[in-house]
């Protein structure tokens, strides 16, 4: 068997792994093949140039690798998070491109009144803009998608959103209120290194085909990402989100992880 053939078997192994990973998700602790076969899926969705929303259905499959995985594995530990509950909706939340461009695509789609329309979220979203985590600190500037304090695009909110499940409410209050910035806010490992897992095949699959792995402020970049043709141009190559300054990068161990999955996908052609 010639190498080229040997590489195409084993993409479509990884690719088969990857389709299993959809159905089930995946375990606190994956083994890095799971994490690889995902990221051949993801690749794939994102290189199909049939798909014009290509970025934000990888997203869409993310967010549904994390669905499976919280609920195949609950927390032991008792979340205090609930409906109307918007604490940590008035703090500062980043969101990776493709997250952000499925939120605008909703956004744009939406028939009911439970969202805001396109004009009070760009609104909303300005309030936010150019603040950083320390800024937004105590300022109980709510997210531009916060509504009765509940979340108007639940189903699309990003991976970071999804991530946060605090076991106690009075540490929420204390960061809302302002009056401990280094407070310890107890949450569930659990839906942390879910998010972590879903979103490092993600990053990986973006490198692999050179684009931008950056996250950005949830209004910054929403009010980018609701532009005219704001995907297909990020898709191209084109800059998007020029002038806004990216969130935080992923720690080095993490980084790491991203690059040696996206020198696999990029070997397996």
């Given at each position: 068997m010639s190498d080229r053939q040997q590489r195409r078997?084993?993409?479509?192994?990884?690719?088969?792994?990857?389709?299993?990973?959809?159905?089930?998700g995946l375990p606190q602790a994956p083994a890095p093949e799971a994490l690889l076969g995902l990221a051949v899926v993801l690749r794939g969705a994102l290189a199909d140039t049939n798909v014009g929303d290509r970025a934000s259905r990888a997203a869409e499959i993310v967010h549904k690798v994390f669905e499976i995985s919280a609920k195949s594995t609950p927390s032991k530990l008792d979340i205090a998070c609930r409906k109307g509950c918007g604490y940590c909706?008035?703090?500062?939340?980043?969101?990776?491109?493709?997250?952000?461009?499925?939120?605008?695509r909703a956004l744009q789609s939406a028939n009911s009144?439970?969202?805001?329309?396109?004009?009070?979220?760009?609104?909303?979203a300005g309030k936010t803009a150019g603040l950083d985590i320390t800024q937004r600190f105590g300022r109980k500037i709510p997210c531009a998608l916060l509504v009765d304090d509940a979340c108007s695009m639940y189903a699309e909110r990003p991976t970071v959103c999804r991530q946060v499940t605090s076991t106690e409410l009075a540490a929420c209050i204390d960061e809302y209120e302002g009056r401990d910035f280094n407070g310890d806010m107890i949450v569930?490992?659990?839906?942390?290194?879910?998010?972590?897992?879903?979103?490092?095949?993600?990053?990986?699959?973006?490198?692999?085909?050179d684009l931008p792995l950056a996250s950005y402020?949830?209004?910054?970049?929403?009010?980018?990402?609701?532009?005219?043709?704001?995907?297909?141009?990020?898709?191209?190559?084109r800059d998007t989100f020029q002038g806004i300054t990216p969130a935080p990068a992923e720690p080095t161990q993490i980084q790491q992880v991203i690059h040696r999955l996206a020198t696999a996908l990029v070997a397996l052609g």
């Open positions: 078997q084993k993409k479509h192994q990884l690719h088969q792994l990857g389709e299993t990973v959809l159905k089930r909706c008035h703090t500062w939340v980043s969101a990776t491109a493709p997250e952000l461009f499925l939120i605008a009144g439970g969202a805001p329309g396109r004009a009070a979220v760009l609104d909303r569930s490992r659990l839906y942390l290194d879910h998010a972590r897992n879903c979103r490092i095949p993600l990053q990986a699959a973006l490198a692999s085909l402020e949830l209004g910054s970049g929403l009010t980018a990402a609701l532009g005219p043709g704001a995907e297909a141009a990020w898709l191209s190559g």
